[in-house]
């Protein structure tokens, strides 16, 4: 283990939101994220078909597991998600790339969730930069799979290039809104933007 991957592991583990995830057996503390986005926004709700976009290693998925009794629970990564038996009836997990999702013929979504994130380089312009486009082409997503009426919520982070982001899912969402949830970090510029209502 090289000195920074060691230093990143120590962080990690004195992080609060990291131990209660452990503690309690969840996959990532990715899940306390969208929890706190849904106590908020009120997004996960029965009867949905949802989707989540680069949904490795689970946490998003188990949350929405945990809270949905009935409906349709999509995850879509190319990296593997372990441990698919632990999840319900209600969740189909696909390996492979999420533009491809038309092949499976599973119709228009309610709700896309996507907590993906590109492959950092560790220069803060480009890994911003490479964020933003891959929000745009989640926004391209929603346009050809996302309900009218529908929901979406993605993560980003702050940047010269996020303000247009928000400017193209103003341009298809009622509302949109941002929010940082408590379990992230509070040093880092992730950030979620919470699209509400699709009307174009």
């Known amino acids: 283990m090289t000195n920074s991957r060691g230093t990143y592991y120590s962080k990690r583990e004195k992080e609060g939101f990291y131990n209660m995830a452990k503690k309690q057996g969840f996959r990532a503390r990715s899940y306390f994220k969208l929890e706190q986005i849904d106590v908020k926004y009120n997004i996960i709700k029965d009867n949905l078909l949802i989707i989540d976009l680069g949904c490795a290693p689970g946490g998003w998925l188990e949350y929405v597991d945990n809270k949905v009794r009935n409906g349709k629970i999509v995850g879509i990564d190319l990296l593997e998600v372990k441990k698919q038996k632990e999840f319900s ?9 999420f533009n491809n999702i038309t092949d499976y013929k599973l119709g228009d979504f309610d709700l896309v969730l996507s907590d993906m994130a590109p492959e950092f ?12 486009k891959l929000n745009l082409k989640t926004l391209e997503f929603c346009r050809d799979h996302l309900k009218f009426g529908g929901n979406l919520v993605f993560k980003s982070f702050e940047g010269d290039d996020l303000e247009s982001v928000r400017n193209a ?8 809104k941002e929010y940082k949830p408590k379990s992230s970090d509070k040093k880092s510029a992730e950030v979620f933007e919470i699209c509400l209502f699709r009307v174009n």
């Open 121 to 132: 380089c560790g220069d803060s312009v480009v890994d911003r930069g490479r964020t933003h």
């Open 89 to 97: 009836k209600n969740v189909q997990i696909i390996e492979d790339d």
């Open 169 to 176: 899912a103003r341009k298809m969402f009622q509302e949109v």
